[in-house]
């Protein structure tokens, strides 16, 4: 009897991949880590995490087993019997490009055999996974999907910088093309996470995914908007959030900010739009009025410094500007899409001298131009104005709000005589 540990191939070593393949090492599984950043799978079998949520003691450890390894070469993928792809799905022109998956399928097809199972995870539009993956696959190897191998898709729910929330504790949404493809792929991620949740089809865990994103976006586009119109009207939004919030019931708090960012909200439910207007020739109205309110507010938070400075007697222009965080969202360092880049960026182009505190993002993620300085008093008292734009939990918003002569928070963390909020 074979008692060798069953081989798991992970596409893509991300803020997806990373922890899904150390969550399987854990778990007993032999793995291999795939993905063509050269310099990324350097530094992972290196014993260098780069994401966050992974400690450089959890991959060290993982690699200490000698069941994990990364590798840019797909020849490493042979004999696999599960592959679970995590690779991007972003747009270009507003069009979803699935050239990744594609990529990632052609590349995988040559080791598919009878029996084993291909687990797509990317966010995508509904009917990804039996319309465009194993059609690819069968064109390569001959091999049909559920007869000769078992094809699912799970939606990934990674929330990094997540301190209660992980892989294993959230709920997995699993599917598969058939009841023996959904026996497998759930079993796979039995052994990894909490909770499984079955559902009936890959369509509708393909959609599973979009709606839990499209949820969020129209919600955060619709008290960004409150927010700029409850400022005009002299009410300040944040407090009456908070008031909402104590409600038991029908009602769950968002909180406005200076756009969205990462590699889900700006993307995932244009995906869906997209299906929608390109399927059913209707347009999905919600998502593309939260697409027009959240594409606005980095514009909306730029025109908020012009008229602060301009109550003090500054231009824009040669001012010196402090900001606050580059990241999409706080204590992480994934700039993807990422809201507060395209304030730094507006601002330069109009004559501003910007600088940037940002503990987390890599050099090569951040836009040039914008030095990166240390948060210290003499910075903040130095600048005209300073942004808070990504509330990562390290910044001493005590000493900004003490120090800065003119703070502007669109996060809600600071406080002081010069501090204006959005």
Request: proline share 6%; net charge negative.
């Amino acid at each position: 009897m074979n008692t060798d540990p069953q081989k798991v191939v992970l596409v893509g070593q991300g803020y997806v991949g990373l922890p899904l393949a150390m969550a399987a090492v854990e778990a007993g599984f032999d793995v291999v880590g795939i993905d063509l950043d050269a310099t990324r799978v350097k530094k992972l079998n290196a014993g260098e995490s780069f994401v966050e949520d992974i400690t450089s003691e959890r991959l060290a450890a993982a690699l200490g087993t000698g069941r994990y390894r990364a590798s840019q070469d797909y020849a490493d993928a042979v004999g696999f019997d599960f592959c679970v792809i995590t690779v991007p799905t972003p747009l270009r022109e507003g069009i979803p490009d699935l050239s990744y998956i594609e990529d990632a399928g052609r590349a995988i097809a040559d080791h598919v055999r009878p029996g084993c199972t291909v687990i797509l995870e990317s966010t995508t539009y509904p009917g990804t996974t039996d319309e465009l993956l194993e059609p690819l696959i069968a064109s390569r190897t001959g091999l049909r999907a559920p007869e000769d191998y078992h094809l699912g898709y799970s939606p990934e729910r990674i929330d990094p910088g997540n301190p209660k929330f992980h892989l294993e504790n959230t709920p997995k949404v699993v599917s598969g093309l058939d009841q023996a493809s959904l026996e497998r792929v759930q079993g796979f991620y039995g052994k990894l996470v909490e909770r499984t949740v079955p559902v009936t089809s890959t369509r509708t865990a393909e959609l599973t995914k979009l709606l839990e994103n499209t949820f969020r976006h129209v919600n955060i586009a619709l008290v960004n908007e409150l927010a700029i119109f409850a400022g005009q009207l002299g009410v300040d939004v944040w407090e009456a959030i908070d008031a909402a919030a104590s409600k038991p019931f029908g009602f769950m708090p968002f909180r406005p900010g200076p756009g969205v960012g990462g590699h889900c909200l700006p993307i995932d439910p244009s995906y869906l739009s997209w299906q929608v207007k390109r399927t059913l020739g209707h347009n999905f109205r919600f998502i593309e009025l939260a697409n027009d309110v959240n594409d606005r507010m980095p514009e909306h938070v730029v025109q908020r410094l012009i008229a602060g400075l301009n109550t003090r007697r500054k231009p824009v222009n040669g001012s010196r500007m402090l900001l606050l965080g580059l990241a999409y969202k706080k204590n992480v360092g994934d700039c993807r899409e990422s809201p507060a880049i395209l304030v730094a960026e507006a601002l330069r182009k109009l004559g501003a001298d910007v600088r940037a505190v940002e503990p987390y993002a890599e050099s090569g993620h951040l836009p040039a131009g914008v030095p990166i300085v240390e948060l210290t008093a003499e910075e903040v008292a130095a600048a005209d104005a300073v942004v808070i734009l990504t509330d990562h939990d390290v910044f001493d918003y005590e000493m900004v709000g003490s120090s800065g002569t003119y703070v502007f928070d669109t996060r809600n963390r600071c406080s002081g005589d010069h501090v204006e909020r959005l």
